[in-house]
């Protein structure tokens, strides 16, 4: 950790929030090839974001190993290996340290600190930066790593915080807590609560599981990889990340273009067994036929597919009955080592909040509305986040005027291309609002290389700020909910949307047309002299 004194300057040319994927690669393009002065603020104690604070038992990604990495750096993608078809928190955490110590970025991230509050100072055209431990910085550019789901949404539950035992949310699992020979209940049955249920039922004494909603989940396919696979996709590395920029999930494997009701009954369920049997949420819903996430028919059949797997699994008819999905198959897809067989084990109780609401946590517990109290040492919430805007609201965010970011985003968060907001100049956001819905690091590495090339060009021409037209971020909104009407996610209530968080507009936050042609949309702004920007 760096600490900073009076030898130490505090206006910078560039400075970084988080030190995730996001964040690291910022730093490493603008301070080793821009060689601008920059400076890296991470809430954390250690650097990985997300991969830092979501610990819990089973936290991995649901990108397969080898598209879940940076591809800006040849040498790097053939010097680190893998061993299972998925990263663990642990693995993806020791990537991103080492990715950190090989460019020397270590020495620019100062650890351990939250930044409170930033203002644009119109008057000097630069960012005026307040950090957690009563620091003041300045600087020309602002970036913001801030995570895409790191905001913490913790429900406000009657009684939780009279409960005697330990209480955890998974992102923010501390370093020390065993749940092994545990009494243990998990709130939620998302991608990190689904996750966390196959790993801790198989520690724990009990598991309850609180069902909020049924979940449609296939099978994650996980498993160890043959080293002589390693060395051939480290042969055809460049192939496979040209597929991935092109695509739509950017999850590293080839995406259908057949439509699920132009074949046979027979044929669609051959595909989809097939494909059940592969594994990956994404590739059950984009490799499998082409219109699983905008044709109503074509849904019902996954969703059916899904359906019969969970009857067929199960062996109880009750509890396969709470487990099964009734709507769209229209959330973000998950995919786990064995989700539903869990619940066949003798020490997991599934609880449907949707027939037995919570009515209070007690000391002892959990009691619901049938009246049962469930007796537990650790209640975990695996609540999810405020996604996408949750941790700018957090902050004390001012653009022009001295307006919060509240006031500017009273209507819903909104964006121009997914990296910069009108209003706030010289503001440049990694995973902001309206950005792409995929595999994660493609998009970031994306968007990073756009910022830095953006800046360069505004640093070459002298200007002295760049921000985007009011009518540039309005007309990408409108692109980004024209885009997303033409799908099934928004019938659904989802976190996509912000549904999860009470008294929040469901508001679209995604751009929905895949990876290859948002890399378009920003090859023709930045090929039509950064369209949209004004440079002051």
């Known amino acids: 950790m760096t600490m900073t004194d009076r030898s130490t300057p505090t206006d910078y040319d560039a400075i970084v929030i988080g030190a995730g994927f996001g964040g690291i690669y910022m730093l490493h393009k603008l301070r080793n090839e821009l060689g601008l002065r920059v400076r890296g603020f991470e809430k954390g104690g250690g650097v990985g974001g997300t991969w830092y604070f979501n610990r819990y038992p089973g936290a991995k990604s649901d990108t397969e190993s080898f598209v879940y990495r940076y591809s800006f750096d040849r040498d790097l993608l053939q010097e680190w290996d893998w061993t299972t078809r998925y990263l663990n928190q642990r693995e993806i955490e020791k990537y991103l340290n080492h990715v950190v110590d090989r460019f020397d970025l270590r020495r620019d991230i100062q650890l351990n ?17 307040r950090t957690s ?8 550019y602002l970036v913001t790593a801030l995570g895409l789901l790191a905001k913490t949404n913790m429900p406000d539950i009657p009684g939780r915080d009279g409960f005697a035992g330990t209480l955890v949310h998974t992102n923010a699992w501390p370093h020390d807590l065993d749940i092994t020979g545990k009494r243990v209940g998990v709130i939620g049955t998302g991608s990190t609560g689904t996750q966390f249920i196959v790993a801790a039922a198989r520690i724990a004494a009990h598991l309850t599981v609180f069902q909020r909603s049924p979940q449609y989940c296939v099978p994650s396919g996980n498993g160890p990889v043959d080293p002589a696979e390693v060395v051939e996709v480290k042969r055809n590395f460049d192939a496979i990340w040209q597929q991935a920029r092109k695509s739509v999930v950017a999850f590293g494997f080839e995406e259908s273009g ?10 669609r369920r051959r595909v989809f067994q097939e494909n059940w049997d592969k594994g990956n949420g994404f590739r059950f ?11 109503p028919e074509a849904n019902a059949a996954a969703a059916a597919f899904i359906r019969s797997k969970i009857a067929e699994i199960v062996h109880d008819p009750e509890t396969a009955r709470k487990l099964m999905p009734t709507g769209l198959y229209a959330k973000r897809p998950l995919c786990n080592e064995g989700y ?4 066949n084990r003798d020490n997991v109780t599934l609880v449907a909040l949707s027939e037995a609401p919570i009515e209070t946590i007690t000391p002892a517990g959990v009691r619901t509305a049938d009246g049962v109290e469930h007796t537990l040492d650790v209640l975990v919430f695996a609540t999810g986040f405020d996604a ?3 941790n700018y609201r957090s902050m004390d965010l001012r653009g022009r005027g001295g307006r919060h970011i509240d006031a500017w985003w009273k209507s819903g968060p909104a964006s121009y291309l997914g990296l910069s907001a009108h209003g706030f100049p010289n503001m440049f956001m990694i995973l902001g609002p309206n950005g792409p819905f995929t595999n994660l690091p493609p998009s970031i590495e994306t968007q990073v290389e756009w910022i830095a090339d953006a800046i360069g060009h505004a640093v070459r021409t002298g200007a002295v700020t760049v ?13 980004c909910e024209e885009i997303a009407d033409m799908t099934l996610f928004p019938k659904v209530e989802s976190w996509i949307f912000g549904a999860n968080i009470p008294g929040k507009k469901n508001k679209v936050m995604f751009y929905m047309a ?6 378009q949309q920003l090859d023709a702004v930045r090929a039509e002299g950064y369209r949209g920007f004004v440079f002051g």
């Open 133 to 140: 431990r009563g620091e003041a910085f300045t600087s020309r």
């Open 285 to 295: 819903m984009f490799g499998t036929f082409c219109d699983i996430a905008t044709d």
């Open 340 to 343: 539903y067989e869990t619940f």
């Open 258 to 267: 057949v439509p699920a009701m132009s074949v046979s009954e027979e044929e």
């Open 467 to 479: 921000e985007p037209s009011r009518e540039a971020q309005e007309g990408w909104t409108r692109t």
């Open 514 to 519: 895949g990876i290859g042609a948002y890399r």
């Open 113 to 129: 600190t939250e930044v409170t509050g930033a203002a644009f100072d119109e008057a000097r055209n630069r960012w005026q930066l």
């Open 388 to 390: 996408v805007d949750g």
